[in-house]
């Protein structure tokens, strides 16, 4: 199993641009996740998904938007990319059943200029 | 929002000495679990735990829920240079695990 796999692993954005951030998981997982990583804040979460088709708000949503067709991918979009979205960013998933323990992907930088 | 409490934010300690860090809610937590974040790297899973009380241990790591279920704690005895790196806590409210803002370990040889 490759588990948790994101792509790209580094990116760099212009202000207003707009980009996609893959994620995808082969451990039949229903529960995917995506957070954000800032130094000093921990790990905020920005929108989770229980299902294919279902998805719900985490922390800080605002700037993105998510979608989960399938079980396997969950992508993260910025629709019109800000400086304040400069970030790494991680997907996580797990079942939905226990263990609830959280597998996370390897994480893309993005630097918005 | 987050829903707990780490502190402290930075621990150096020298290779050999011991390293706790606490996690501390406001509400009942129904569980907490412990990750660890190595530099440049992705959080893994450590533990859950789910009792009052409970206490688990992994080698050198010994993790703690309390009576109350409103904190938590990591102690690492006799730190290595290989227990570099920032633990987190982190607890579900529904659906959504939200962390806390972790404790950066550093470890001088």
């Known amino acids: 199993n490759a588990g948790v796999t994101q792509t790209p692993k580094f990116q760099v954005l212009k202000t207003g641009q707009s980009m996609t951030l893959q994620c995808a998981q082969d451990?039949?997982?229903?529960?995917m996740s995506w957070y954000r990583q800032d130094p000093g804040m921990g790990l905020r979460l920005i929108h989770y998904s229980v299902g294919a088709g279902i998805t719900d708000q985490g922390e800080v949503p605002n700037g993105y938007n998510v979608s989960r067709s399938t079980t396997e991918d969950f992508p993260l979009r910025l629709l019109s990319a800000a400086p304040s979205q400069t970030s790494v960013y991680f997907c996580?998933?797990?079942?939905?059943?226990?263990?609830?323990?959280?597998?996370f992907g390897p994480g893309t930088r993005l630097t918005v200029t | 929002g987050q829903q707990v409490m780490q502190i402290p934010q930075y621990q150096h300690v020298q290779e050999g000495e011991d390293f706790t860090t606490y996690c501390n809610s406001s509400t009942t937590l129904s569980n907490i679990q412990w990750y660890k974040q190595r530099p440049g790297g992705h959080p893994v899973f450590l533990i859950q735990l789910v009792k009052s009380g409970e206490v688990k241990k992994q080698k050198r790591l010994t993790f703690q829920f309390g009576e109350a279920k409103k904190n938590s704690s990591l102690h690492i005895t006799a730190t290595q240079t290989t227990d570099v790196g920032t633990y987190f806590c982190?607890?579900?409210?529904?659906?959504?695990?939200?962390f806390g803002k972790g404790t950066s370990l550093l470890v001088t040889p």
């Open positions: 451990m039949n997982h229903e529960y």
């Open positions: 982190a607890a579900y409210s529904g659906y959504a695990l939200n």
């Open positions: 996580a998933s797990r079942q939905t059943g226990g263990p609830y323990e959280q597998y």
